[in-house]
């Protein structure tokens, strides 16, 4: 079975471009999160999908970015402008549909590190 | 609001002895979850341990267990036999019933010394 992929593993970009960072969950996992690591400090939940409906973007840093997961496959994240301060690694991670009476367990991809120049 | 705190950013053990990393955390919530992810150089986080907050008896995966102080919020990782592939970032988080995202700590970097 595969494991959550991201795409690209790595982003160089210049401030104000625009970057699409993309995740795709283990197959048959409802749950989708989104979570990013700056240099050196912990590791920051964005946001949480259940299929294809957003359930906490409580995380999301401003409105410059946009999380999409259409059909409730794949998910993507968009940065627009990028920033300076949006450098960092991006994490994905799935579940399965455990409902509100457990916490699954996540899943998470091997992160995308984007570098904003 | 749940926070995790890792004091010891990095620590480094002899191959085979066996090494303890801190956690703490606080919550106000009273169904809770514990996890230890693990994220060896350039590759993917894995789930190494995870404690359910209501079990007393502390979770054990091979050479991996912890030591879950409940009063004392507190949530160690202990592990026995060190090996090279040890070496990694270990990441303490936690969770509860009902909110999915979980809650990370700093990190501890983990060298394993041959």
């Known amino acids: 079975e595969a494991g959550v992929t991201q795409f690209p593993s790595h982003s160089v970009i210049e401030k104000g471009q625009t970057v699409t960072l993309r995740c795709d969950p283990i197959s048959g996992h409802d749950n989708l999160y989104w979570y990013r690591r700056v240099m050196g400090k912990e590791i920051k939940f964005l946001l949480h999908?259940?299929?294809?409906?957003?359930?906490?973007e409580s995380g999301m840093p401003n409105n410059r970015f946009l999380a999409e997961r259409t059909g409730g496959t794949y998910s993507t994240l968009k940065v627009q402008p990028a920033e300076l301060e949006d450098s960092g690694v991006y994490f994905c991670?799935?579940?399965?549909?455990?409902?509100?009476?457990?916490?699954?367990?996540?899943?998470f991809g091997p992160g995308t590190r984007l570098t904003v120049l | 609001a749940q926070t995790v705190t890792q004091s010891q950013p990095e620590m480094s053990v002899q191959e085979a002895e066996t090494v303890t990393l801190s956690c703490t955390y606080d919550t106000s919530e009273s169904d809770y979850y514990l996890f230890w992810y693990k994220q060896p150089p350039s590759r993917q986080m894995i789930l190494v341990i995870r404690q359910e907050a209501y079990k007393q008896q502390n979770a054990t995966e091979n050479r991996f267990s912890v030591n879950f102080q409940k009063a004392a919020k507190s949530f160690s990782l202990k592990i026995s036999d060190s090996q090279l592939g040890d070496a990694a970032m270990y990441f303490c988080?936690?969770?509860?019933?009902?909110?999915?995202?979980?809650?990370f700590g700093q990190g501890t970097r983990l060298t394993i010394n041959p």
């Open positions: 991670a799935s579940s399965q549909a455990g409902g509100s009476a457990s916490t699954d367990t996540q899943y």
């Open positions: 988080a936690s969770g509860h019933q009902g909110a999915q995202k979980l809650v």
């Open positions: 999908f259940v299929k294809e409906s957003k359930q906490d």
